[in-house]
T-cell receptor, first 113, second 111 residues
Framework: GENVEQHPSTLSVQEGDSAVIKCTYSDSASNYFPWYKQELGKGPQLIID?????GEKKDQRIAVTLNKTAKHFSLHITETQPEDSAVYFC????????????FGPGTRLSVLP | DVKVTQSSRYLVKRTGEKVFLECVQDMDHENMFWYRQDPGLGLRLIYF???????EKGDIPEGYSVSREKKERFSLILESASTNQTSMYLCASHTGAREQYFGPGTRLTVT
């Protein structure tokens, strides 16, 4: 079935450094790729998304890139801050109408002060 | 702001009990989902619904059922709770634009 792989599973960076999380997907029909941030004790929150008709999207310190040919997409966080510490999930749309999602297993990001 | 609420943050139930988890969204979203979240496995889809009284099985529907009598409410039912259903349960909703909004989660422990 459809699958999303995510790496690394844990990531520690110094405050101010950049963090990169990478995902690969298997369904060539996937056309929507959201990223979620989950803080302790909370539900996941959408932080950025990208659709298949663009290769890159940026929102302040966060950016996402998509390579449809290679079926790769990545999250880039620049100038990391302690409040960026959380678990991050990538996802890819699946299904006849792309209304469902398959999620990666998550990356625990720790930003060290 | 979109708000997705879940009836309980924490639940402790005994094996064999029937368990109801309630989810309500306030933004008139057509699509609603129930996931379970386990360490190292990410989010796995249990059931979803595209409309009132409509339901579809996800990847792991065994042992669960759902009900959607009103557009804003989507209930997850554990017919006979078992210890392997101890997990975090997350409800989510979205419109056709697919920006998905999650509730805070219900941590269920079955003893």
């Amino acid at each position: 079935g459809e699958n999303v792989e995510q790496h690394p599973s844990t990531l520690s960076v110094q405050e101010g450094d950049s963090a990169v999380i990478k995902c690969t997907y298997s369904d060539s029909a996937s056309n929507y790729f959201p990223w979620y941030k989950q803080e302790l004790g909370k539900g996941p929150q959408l932080i950025i998304d990208i659709r298949s008709n663009v290769g890159e999207k940026k929102d302040q310190r966060i950016a996402v890139t998509l390579n449809k040919t290679a079926k790769h997409f990545s999250l880039h966080i620049t100038e990391t801050q302690p409040e960026d510490s959380a678990v991050y999930f990538c996802a890819a749309s699946i299904g006849n109408y792309g209304q469902n999602f398959v999620f990666g297993p998550g990356t625990r990001l720790s930003v060290l002060p | 702001d979109v708000k997705v609420t879940q009836s309980s943050r924490y639940l402790v139930k005994r094996t064999g009990e029937k368990v109801f988890l309630e989810c309500v969204q306030d933004m008139d979203h057509e699509n609603m989902f129930w996931y379970r979240q386990d360490p190292g496995l990410g989010l796995r889809l249990i059931y979803f619904s595209y409309d009132v009284k409509m339901k579809e099985k996800g990847d792991i529907p065994e042992g669960y059922s759902v009900s959607r009598e009103k557009k804003e409410r989507f209930s997850l039912i554990l017919e006979s709770a078992s210890t392997n259903q101890t997990s975090m349960y997350l409800c989510a909703s979205h419109t056709g634009a697919r920006e998905q909004y999650f509730g805070p989660g219900t941590r269920l422990t079955v003893t």
